[in-house]
């Protein structure tokens, strides 16, 4: 989600797409989706 991509870059989130690309990446690693 925007808050785990923003804790881990430091960075707002630019959209929809990288959260998605983000969540993908994560959500295997134990982060729950949105």
């Given at each position: ?15 929809d ?18």
């Amino acid at each position: 989600g925007p808050l785990v991509y923003r804790a881990l870059t430091g960075a707002e989130v630019p959209g929809d797409l990288v959260d998605t690309l983000v969540d993908a990446v994560l959500r295997p690693a134990g982060e729950p989706g949105r």
